[in-house]
């Protein structure tokens, strides 16, 4: 196990700046970017708190609850720590070993404290990475027993300096699942003089029995405008001049993380080169798209402007722009215009006003169908971008799909204007491509099993989507099951014939009673798939109504009725007679079994 302090650097870890609500606070450095022994700490390290009033931003209901539970004396045995990477996890660990240790300044405190000094023996020991009663373990590369072996022969001792013995066990979602079972019972009654705190950013992955027996704080995304407000604090302290504009770049890169931020932050100093950190040299840095670039290439698009858009595109590419990276801008874009018009709301936090005017605008132009279809040709279009062997190539192409599918009306109206002159489903703006000829007349089957068939051939490029318009008609209960079977859904097929009780049905509607057995979900699953398959909306609700006989109840009542028919034939008794013990196993009507040539046996 590795452990903190025995042949530790302490280095490492030495006491560093943490920003606090009044700015930066000297927690050891005297400034500057090198440290005692003269090598570089990078800002990540070098910016690390050291204390909660220092810059846990973004997590104040943490803090909170920390500090109410230290002021009562309410001090849990294990915490679980989880969120993504760089957010604090394993700062907060080491935290939380100093706050249940520290002694104070004048070395007479005798209880934990959420305000650990920093300067008596124990919280400087910590900080240092030399304290013997603190232990900390990566998890990801001590996965087995015998690691957690160690750790359980350990409690048994009291500390030897600190108040409190702590085990810091980071990653701890990677520990096997014998090191899970050996950890449970210690876990669960440790000795009073032990602590453990757990670190994971796969919170899914670590056993219920562990996450029972600890109290567990969620650590959030920190917001792009507390990002960018302590990436200005450190350029600040730095004497390192910054734009808002490429601070802020830099805190969306981040997506969230303290730590990527200031790893993106320390990658721009370097890039300056002493100078002004500005917005485009920290987009070419990024390999991002200018972001009014990229909505006046989403713009063009939607209108179908195909050769504009394409030269857009050029012009970014060969300006350094990631080619992965300008279609995640198109989808933050597309979702940022669909939620803002369906919301009425405004774009992400910190959005120049320049750019939620347009947004704005686009949303206004644009319906939810044709957004929502943008957004599934976005996706596809992301991984086709990840696989191509060129990338730029893929974009194109998910372009050119984009700009035809942007022009296409919904469903609804295609089947409203079937016969109607034609539509007009070619780029504007740029293409050479004339609108097809109109449609023929489609007529409509009347039933499931009728196939469906056009008076004349339609257009090439209108074919997929009538196709797809098109409904199919179930008219009953019994059909709905045969749909089922026919699509090969056999978990649909056994809840459909053993846990549903009709209770009505009508085209678009049904009305069901569920057997116990059921799980909640189901309404919603089968409303999905009938929508799937037929193409129109169905609403599936749950009645309280006795409603049918399930139809495996129902197959079961008929079998009794044929058994007993067929128990009162006089052969059939004869038979029986003749035979002891002999049973009825089926019964079939004579004219359904196909008979080979000849004389075929009979049941």
């Known amino acids: 196990m590795a452990k903190k302090g025995k042949g530790s650097d302490a280095v490492a870890d030495e006491p560093a700046l943490g920003l606090s609500a009044g700015g930066l606070s000297a927690g050891g450095l005297s400034g500057g970017a090198a440290s005692a022994s003269g090598a570089y700490r990078v800002l990540a390290r070098k910016y690390r708190p050291q204390t909660f009033e220092d810059a846990f931003i973004g997590q104040a209901a943490m803090v909170r609850t920390l500090a109410n539970a230290f002021a009562a004396g309410r001090i849990a045995h294990a915490f679980m720590l989880t969120g993504v990477r760089g957010v604090g996890k394993t700062t907060t660990a080491r935290i939380l070993a100093k706050a249940l240790n520290c002694i104070g300044a004048d070395g007479k405190r005798k209880e934990p404290t959420v305000s650990p000094c920093g300067a008596c023996e124990p919280c400087t020991s910590i900080a240092e990475s030399r304290n013997i009663d603190v232990y900390e373990m990566d998890a990801a590369s001590n996965t087995g027993i015998d690691d957690i072996r160690e750790i359980i022969e350990g409690v048994r001792y009291a500390p030897a300096q600190a108040r409190y013995k702590v085990y810091i066990i980071d990653e701890v979602h990677m520990l ?9 019972k210690t876990l669960e009654e440790p000795p009073p003089h ?6 994971t950013t796969e919170i899914r992955k670590v056993p219920i029995t562990v996450l029972s027996r600890c109290q567990r704080f969620d650590l959030k995304r920190v917001p792009v405008d507390d990002l960018v407000a302590h990436l200005a604090a450190i350029c600040k302290s730095e004497s390192q001049g910054a734009s808002d504009a490429a601070l802020r770049q830099i805190a969306r890169a981040a997506e969230g993380s303290v730590r990527d931020a200031l790893s993106l932050l320390d990658q721009a100093f370097a ?3 002493g100078g002004m950190i500005e917005e485009e040299p920290v987009r070419v840095m990024l390999g991002l798209a200018d972001r009014g670039r990229g909505l006046e290439l989403f713009e063009r698009l939607m209108r179908g402007a195909i050769a504009e858009a394409l030269a857009e595109f050029r012009s970014q590419y060969d300006s350094g722009a990631d080619p992965l990276a300008v279609m995640q801008d198109m989808t933050q874009i597309c979702h940022e215009v669909t939620r803002v018009k369906v919301s009425g709301g405004t774009t992400h936090a910190g959005a120049p006003e320049s750019e939620a005017r347009r947004v704005g605008e686009l ?3 644009l319906t939810v169908p044709q957004l929502a279809r943008t957004w599934q040709l976005l996706l596809k279009a992301l991984s086709e971008v990840q696989s191509a062997p060129d990338g730029a190539a893929a974009v194109e192409m998910a372009m050119i799909r984009i700009a035809f599918a942007a022009e296409l009306p919904p469903t609804e109206q295609l089947l409203r204007t079937a016969g109607s002159p034609a539509l007009a489903v070619a780029p504007r703006g740029g293409s050479s491509a004339s609108a097809p000829p109109a449609p023929p007349p489609l007529r409509m089957s009347a039933t499931r099993n009728e196939s469906v068939t056009a008076q004349a051939e339609p ?20 059909e709905v099951v045969e749909l089922a079977r026919e699509k090969r859904e056999a978990r649909l097929v056994y809840a459909l014939e053993h846990w549903v009780h009709l209770v009505a049905f009508e085209r678009g509607r049904l009305e069901l009673r569920l057997n116990p057995a059921a799980p909640a979900t189901f309404p919603g699953e089968l409303s999905d798939r009938l929508a799937k398959w037929t193409g129109e909306r169905w609403i599936v609700s749950v009645s309280s109504a006795e409603g049918e006989a399930t139809l495996a109840d129902q197959a079961q009542a008929e079998e009794q009725v044929r058994h007993a028919s067929a128990a009162q034939d006089p052969l059939l008794k004869a038979a029986m007679a003749m035979f002891p013990g002999a049973r ?20």
């Open 194 to 199: 032990v602590k453990f705190v757990f670190a």
């Open 363 to 365: 949303g206004a132009k």
């Open 176 to 184: 096997s699942k014998q090191a899970f079972n050996g950890l449970l």
């Open 584 to 603: 009825i196993v089926a019964v079939r009507d004579r004219d359904a079994l196909v008979e080979p040539e000849g004389n075929g046996e009979r049941e």
């Open 271 to 273: 890039h300056a080169g």
């Open 459 to 478: 257009s090439a490029s209108l074919a997929p989507v009538v196709a797809k318009a098109l409904l199919l008609e179930l008219r009953n209960f019994v």
